[in-house]
């Protein structure tokens, strides 16, 4: 029972670091597109 729980706590803390990375990702890719737009602007 307790490898179980070590289990779904190693898998549950695997899926909140790939949303975050997936977040970030994200995120970097909004930046990049505000930064070309400001570029463009000049």
């Known amino acids: ?3 179980n729980i070590e289990a779904s ?3 549950l803390g ?3 670091y790939q ?3 997936k977040f970030l990702e994200d995120r970097e890719y909004e ?3 505000v930064i070309k737009a400001l570029g ?3």
């Open 19 to 21: 949303a975050r990375f």
């Open 40 to 42: 463009q602007v000049k």
């Open 9 to 11: 706590r190693k898998r």
């Open 1 to 3: 029972m307790l490898d």
């Open 14 to 16: 695997l899926s909140c």
């Open 31 to 33: 930046l990049q597109e």
